[in-house]
């Protein structure tokens, strides 16, 4: 089983910055990859980056050059920094991670939610104009 929580969000006005945190915990195992997905009021879930153990990210193509996945292995928890928010941005954000039969500390799925099964309960981000 693996928990995940996620903090960090709010509301800012767009052109602003925001980092998000997800604390993630697993006793026995931590090689997981971990994912965010947002979900935009009325839209479906948006895998938006993912990143291996051991530091390969994926992103999708709408955020390159705006967020930044990262990762502290020793925390055991995984970052969001979004820059040059715009209102198009305002989402209930998740982090992610896929089933145990694809944990691999080189291995991410590709950024379809539904190849992840461990969800946070979310944070939600919300930009002004």
């Known amino acids: 089983q693996v928990k995940l929580t996620e903090s960090g969000g709010g509301s800012v006005q767009a052109g602003g910055s925001l980092k998000l945190s997800c604390a993630s915990s697993q006793i026995t195992d931590t090689n997981y990859c971990l994912a965010w997905v947002r979900q935009a009021p009325g839209k479906e879930r948006e895998g938006v980056a993912s990143?291996?153990?051991?530091?390969?990210?994926r992103y999708a193509d709408s955020v390159k050059g705006q967020f930044t996945i990262s990762r502290d292995n020793a925390k055991n928890t995984l970052y969001l920094q979004i820059i040059n928010m715009t209102p198009e941005d305002t989402a209930m954000y998740f982090c992610?991670?896929?089933?145990?039969?694809?944990?691999?500390?080189?291995?991410?799925?590709?950024?379809?939610?539904?190849?992840?099964?461990?969800w946070g309960q979310g944070t939600q981000v919300t930009v002004s104009s």
């Open positions: 990143i291996t153990v051991v530091g390969g990210t």
């Open positions: 992610a991670a896929p089933p145990r039969n694809y944990w691999s500390p080189t291995y991410c799925p590709d950024l379809s939610p539904y190849k992840y099964v461990y």
